[in-house]
């Protein structure tokens, strides 16, 4: 049973344009979410991270939006680079030792 | 930085093999972990560590089993490796919830 969900598993956008990637969770006690960028052949690094005290974290052109009434976040970037194009994860704590779990991921491509 | 080191990059083994793969972390962290990533399944924990030799099972642990003998050092090992072991592993540490991944390991096995 998934408790961390991305249900676009790929998305395309222009450069300059702005990127949206979705994420929804299943349990409403979770209190901090964090988003990872994979390129291939390469660890995930950590991007940007929002407690359930807030609904938006910004990082430059990074923005994470937290919706708790509908257990959905959001990472928007804007402007989309080509350099952005990896797969992101989102990801929540969980567990007795609040070890990460992760949605599937989205395949972000950024068109030139 | 922190810096999560994986021994190999590529690995190509039989089945029935026995696997190590090992991860060395230079930030004194107490937290060490082992992911599988695979196409449309995204990153999951396979076993974890929070100290010197404990050791807890993740959502897939079956088929794996781990070994930490000093703080800096956590070892995943296939007894015998399968064809559906083929993956790519990720080993990551940490002392809060962010955690440093090293740069993987791709596991074939044949």
């Known amino acids: 049973d998934q408790q961390v969900k991305q249900n676009s598993p790929s998305l395309s956008v222009q450069e300059g344009r702005i990127s949206i990637l979705n994420c929804d969770y299943t349990?409403?006690?979770?209190?901090?979410f964090l988003w990872y960028k994979k390129y291939p052949a390469e660890g995930p690094t950590f991007l940007i991270s929002?407690?359930?005290?807030?609904d938006k974290n910004e990082d430059g052109r990074f923005t994470v939006f937290l919706n708790k009434s509908a257990k959905h976040l959001s990472l928007h970037i804007v402007p989309s680079q080509p350099g952005d194009s990896a797969v992101y994860f989102c990801?929540?704590?969980?567990?007795?030792?609040?070890?990460?779990?992760f949605g599937s991921g989205t395949q972000l491509t950024v068109l030139p | 930085d922190v810096k999560v080191t994986q021994s190999s990059r590529y690995l190509v083994k039989r089945t029935g093999e026995k696997v190590f793969l090992e991860c060395v972390q230079d930030m004194d962290h107490e937290n060490m972990f082992w992911y599988r990533q695979d196409p449309g399944l995204g990153l999951r924990l396979i076993y974890f560590s929070y100290d010197v030799k404990m050791k807890e099972k993740g959502d897939i642990p079956e088929g794996y089993s781990v070994s930490r003998e000093k703080k800096e050092r956590f070892s995943l090992i296939l007894e015998s490796a399968s064809t559906n072991q083929t993956s790519m592993y990720l080993c990551?540490?940490?002392?809060?919830?962010?955690?440093?991944f090293g740069s993987g390991t791709q596991l074939s096995v044949l």
């Open positions: 990801a929540a704590p969980t567990g007795s030792a609040r070890q990460l779990t």
């Open positions: 929002i407690s359930s005290i807030k």
């Open positions: 990551a540490s940490t002392s809060d919830e962010k955690l440093f």
């Open positions: 349990n409403s006690m979770f209190d901090y």
